[in-house]
C-alpha cells in the first residue's frame, strides 16, 4: 500500500526538523531521503567541522537517538557480565585510595552495564542485511565514548552495518564517572606524589588506574580476561540473532585501536576459538608486544604503574604480588587467554610459543599506525606482525597515540580530515 502524506505528518530532511508531528510514524522514503542529506552533508563538512557538531552534541555522554549531521542511530543495550574479575586488594592501600578498589558502586557498575549499537540509516531495531556487525574496541584508561563515535559513525556509514561500542572491563562506563573527576581525584594525585615522588606523569585523569594497577597488577590480566569472556558472549548472542538490529549468521569484525588490539591478539592465539572462523580483524595504533609499549601518559598512566606492569609480567610467574597468586595462576596456566597473553608479553615468548602467528590470517588481519606513535611505536608493531598486512603512515601534522586525530585549524586541519577518511576508506574495503 502507498504511503499517504498528510499536514500533520509532514517531515523536513533537516537534522533538527527530522520528526514526524503528532506521534506519526516517520514515511521510509524521508528515511531514505535524510540518510543520504545526511552522508552528503558530513562528507562536505569534513572530520574537524563534524567532530565540532558531533562533540557539542554529546557533552553528557551517548544517549539514544539520531547522530547530528548523519543518518545514524544510537541504541543502547545492557549486558550483564558473568565473570567476576574483582580482588580483595583495598586494605592494603592508605584510606584516601580505598574508594578506588573493591566497592559496590566499582564492582556494579563494571557488572551490569550499557553497550552502544550505531546502526546506519534509519531503524535501529531492524536488521541491516544479515551482514553482521563490527565490534569497535578501545584504548586503555578512557572514559566516555566521545572520541569514537565519529568513528563509528564513519564505519557504519562507509559499511551499511551497525558498529558496537563495547567497553572493556573498568572503562567507560564501566568504571565511577568519579574517577575523572578533577575535584575528586586531584587529592589523590598529591597523595600519591608524597608516597611516590618519582612518579612522573601522574594526573587527575590516571590516578585511578595508576593506583589499582600499582597495588595490584594482576588486574590488568584480570580484566583483560573478563573482557576476553564478555565478547564471547556477545559474539554468541549477535550470531544468534537474539540482539535486537543485528542479523543472526553475519560476520563479526573487529576494529581495535591501541589495547583493545592487545586484547583481540589474545583472542586470536588462544587455543579454543573465541573468534569465528570468518572474522575480520583491524587494528590502528596497536599490535604490538605488551613489553615494547610505553604506556607512561598523562592520559594513560603515571611512571611508576607503568614500571610495575612491565616488571611483573615479564618477571612471570616468579613476580610478588599482593595476594591472589593461586587465581592468577590458574588463570596464566589453564585457560587459552591467559596462555594467550602470556605468549603476547614479550616478543620472545611469542616467536618461541607460537612462531609468526600473525601471517596466517589469508587477508583477514589489517593494520594500520602512525610512524610519529611513541606509545606502542610502528617498529614494535611491525616486528610483532611480522609477515601480516601492515602499513606505516605519516600523518603529516601534530599527533599522539591518544589523540590521532586532533581537533586543528589552517592547513593541518586539511591533512587531519584526510588522514581520518582515508583510514575509514580503507577499513571499509577491508571489512566489505
Known amino acids: 500500500m502507498a504511503e499517504i502524506f498528510t499536514p500533520e505528518c509532514s517531515v523536513s530532511p533537516l537534522p533538527g526538523e527530522f520528526r514526524p508531528a503528532g506521534g506519526c510514524k516517520t514515511p521510509n522514503f524521508w528515511s531514505a531521503a535524510y540518510s ?20 557539542s552534541h554529546f557533552r553528557e555522554g551517548l544517549a539514544e537517538g539520531v547522530i547530528p549531521g548523519t543518518g545514524v542511530t544510537v541504541s ?36 551490569e552495564f550499557s553497550y552502544y549499537i550505531l546502526s546506519p540509516g534509519g531503524d535501529s531495531s531492524k536488521p541491516c542485511d544479515g551482514s553482521g556487525a563490527i565490534i569497535l574496541l578501545h584504548g586503555l584508561n578512557e572514559r566516555n565514548w566521545s572520541k569514537y563515535i565519529q568513528w563509528g559513525v564513519s564505519l557504519a556509514d562507509r559499511t551499511g552495518r551497525p558498529v558496537v561500542l563495547f567497553p572493556l572491563a573498568y572503562h567507560m562506563n564501566r568504571s565511577p564517572r568519579s574517577w575523572i573527576d578533577r575535584h575528586i581525584m586531584m587529592p589523590l594525585v598529591s597523595a600519591r606524589q608524597a608516597l611516590m615522588p618519582d612518579a612522573r606523569l601522574s594526573t587527575f585523569v590516571n590516578v585511578a588506574l595508576s593506583t589499582r594497577m600499582t597495588a595490584s597488577p594482576q588486574r590488568f590480566m ?22 535486537p538490529g543485528i542479523a543472526a549468521g553475519g560476520r563479526t569484525d573487529f576494529f581495535a ?31 604490538s608486544a605488551f613489553s615494547m609499549m610505553n604506556g607512561t601518559s598523562k592520559l594513560i598512566m603515571d611512571s611508576r604503574a607503568f614500571e610495575m606492569l612491565l616488571s611483573f609480567y615479564i618477571g612471570w610467574p616468579e613476580s610478588i604480588m599482593n595476594g591472589g597468586r593461586k587465581r592468577l595462576t590458574r588463570l596464566m596456566n589453564d585457560t587459552p587467554e591467559g596462555r594467550a597473553f602470556f605468549a603476547m608479553t614479550t616478543l620472545q615468548r611469542l616467536e618461541n610459543l607460537r612462531g609468526r602467528p600473525f601471517n596466517r590470517y589469508d587477508g583477514r588481519l589489517k593494520a594500520v599506525t602512525f610512524e610519529s606513535d611513541t606509545v606502542i611505536p610502528a617498529k614494535a608493531v611491525m616486528e610483532t606482525l ?19 586525530f586532533p581537533v586543528l585549524a589552517g592547513a593541518n586541519e586539511i591533512k587531519v580530515d584526510r588522514t581520518f577518511d582515508r583510514l575509514f576508506d580503507t577499513a571499509a574495503r577491508f571489512f566489505a
Open 386 to 404: 611480522s609477515g601480516a598486512d601492515t602499513e606505516v603512515w605519516d600523518p603529516g601534522y601534530p599527533c599522539t597515540h591518544e589523540s590521532p
Open 36 to 55: 543520504l542529506f545526511c552522508l552528503l552533508q558530513n562528507s562536505a563538512m569534513g572530520y574537524t567541522a563534524t567532530e565540532r557538531q558531533i562533540s
Open 76 to 111: 543502547v543495550r545492557r549486558f550483564s557480565s558473568a565473570v567476576d574479575s574483582s580482588l580483595r586488594d583495598g586494605q592494603n592501600v592508605p584510606g584516601l585510595f580505598r574508594s578506588l578498589f573493591r566497592s559496590r558502586e566499582v564492582e556494579e557498575s563494571n557488572r
Open 257 to 287: 585501536y591501541s589495547i583493545g588490539a592487545l586484547l583481540i591478539q589474545v583472542m586470536m592465539l588462544s587455543d579454543t576459538a573465541l573468534l569465528p572462523d570468518d572474522s575480520r580483524i583491524m587494528l590502528f595504533c596497536g599490535g
Open 222 to 243: 584480570l580484566s583483560g580476561y573478563q573482557t576476553a569472556r564478555d565478547l564471547t558472549a556477545l559474539i554468541r548472542s549477535m550470531r544468534e540473532g537474539s540482539i
